[in-house]
């Protein structure tokens, strides 16, 4: 399933996960850099057992030890419920390793994406796109996260700031917390006019008006638009002078 760039996909994840559970068996992780953490999240919720006895060199059993990578690999695969139903978020993130994994497991499964990666596994996957989330439920989400911050919001500074939001979930979410740091109006670094093409556009022009004095023979236009053009482009060179910067942590 695909959506918008920081859309609610976790939150379809939940609402998916929360319809399904009584027809499936449901397992649901997030691949966070560790493969282990990965498979023990979904033997867990499918009540795979994660150790296995410890033997000594008489071969008898002293204790339990934890299941190497591959062995959790072998037994999910192994212990897998017949209705079971792999959620996983965030699906673009998983390791190679663990999509070729996937591919080999015969498993109901729904993965989430920002865009579709169309390689591997989701090659064989059928592609339904998200739609944007309305206006109601972005508003919810907003006093969700106020409810949850202890930030008391009118309804009309909540019509303000959803204004901001659009219609994205997440970016909501985010416009409440800084709202309650008092951030909201602040200038960002980002908000400036780039002007390089109205500079590029007066060269071009100070070009062409040299050009048109050395066909007419006029030698007045001819040196005016000369000396424009490098004046221009020298002012240009020196605009890009900056002091010296100092190091993070100097």
């Given at each position: ?82 209705d079971a139903l792999l959620i996983l978020p965030e699906a673009r993130r998983l390791s190679t390793g663990i999509r070729f994994w996937l591919e080999d497991l015969s498993c ?86 780039d002007i390089q093409p109205l500079v590029m556009a007066m060269f071009l022009g100070f070009g062409m008006l040299r050009f048109i004095g050395m066909g007419t023979g006029n ?32």
């Amino acid at each position: 399933m695909l959506g918008e760039f920081g859309g609610s996909l976790d939150d379809a994840a939940n609402a998916i996960e929360f319809e399904l559970r009584d027809s499936f068996s449901i397992a649901k992780a997030i691949y966070k850099g560790s493969g282990k953490n990965f498979f023990k999240a979904l033997a867990n919720a499918f009540d795979i057992d994660t150790t296995m006895p410890k033997l000594n060199a008489d071969r008898e059993e002293i204790g339990e030890k934890q299941m190497t990578l591959d062995e959790l690999k072998e037994e999910i695969a192994a212990n897998i419920p017949a209705d079971a139903l792999l959620i996983l978020p965030e699906a673009r993130r998983l390791s190679t390793g663990i999509r070729f994994w996937l591919e080999d497991l015969s498993c109901r499964m729904c993965c989430f994406s920002l865009t579709n990666p169309n390689r591997d596994i989701f090659l064989d996957m059928v592609e339904i796109e998200l739609s944007l989330p309305d206006d109601r439920t972005v508003r919810e989400a907003m006093e969700c996260e106020a409810s949850s911050i202890g930030l008391n919001i009118s309804a009309a500074r909540f019509s303000q700031l959803q204004s901001y939001a659009g219609r994205n979930s997440s970016a909501a979410r985010k416009i409440i917390r800084q709202e309650k740091l008092g951030l909201i109006g602040k200038i960002s670094h980002n908000q400036y006019l780039d002007i390089q093409p109205l500079v590029m556009a007066m060269f071009l022009g100070f070009g062409m008006l040299r050009f048109i004095g050395m066909g007419t023979g006029n030698r007045s236009l001819y040196l005016i638009g000369g000396i424009c053009m490098l004046l221009g482009m020298g002012l240009k060179s020196l605009g890009r002078i900056s002091g010296p910067r100092r190091k993070v942590g100097s």
